[in-house]
């Protein structure tokens, strides 16, 4: 199984990226996938969740700002971020599961400057 997460990068405050995490290995369609961050020196965090049937859910600090899509066809799950914070700046990491085991891809690097 692999997770590969690209798309970070340097952006200023209020403008937007969108990250993109492809997927093999993993019966894709069956599989709900996640996004979570960790800032320097934090514990990383839930940021949103996508289920196999589309549903989304958001965590409190990105609902509104945020939001998480997939393309089955590709096997890619997105996170399109709008209004970015400094308070946003955090390796970004997708997460799925499959026969209990969890999976995690790399981490991709967003650095929002104020």
């Known amino acids: 199984v692999q997770l590969q997460a690209s798309g970070g990068g340097l952006v200023q405050a209020g403008r937007s990226l969108r990250l993109s995490c492809t997927a093999s290995?993993?019966?894709?369609?069956?599989?709900?996938m996640d996004w979570y961050r960790q800032a320097p020196g934090k514990e990383r965090e839930w940021v949103a969740s996508?289920?196999?049937?589309?549903?989304?859910n958001y965590a409190d600090s990105v609902k509104g700002r945020f939001t998480i899509s997939r393309d089955n066809a590709k096997k890619t799950v997105y996170l399109q971020m709008d209004s970015l914070k400094p308070e946003d700046t955090a390796d970004y990491y997708c997460?799925?599961?499959?026969?209990?085991?969890?999976?995690w891809g790399q981490g991709t690097l967003v650095t929002v400057s104020s």
């Open positions: 290995g993993i019966n894709f369609v069956r599989n709900g």
């Open positions: 996508i289920t196999s049937g589309g549903s989304t």
């Open positions: 997460k799925t599961w499959e026969s209990r085991t969890i999976y």
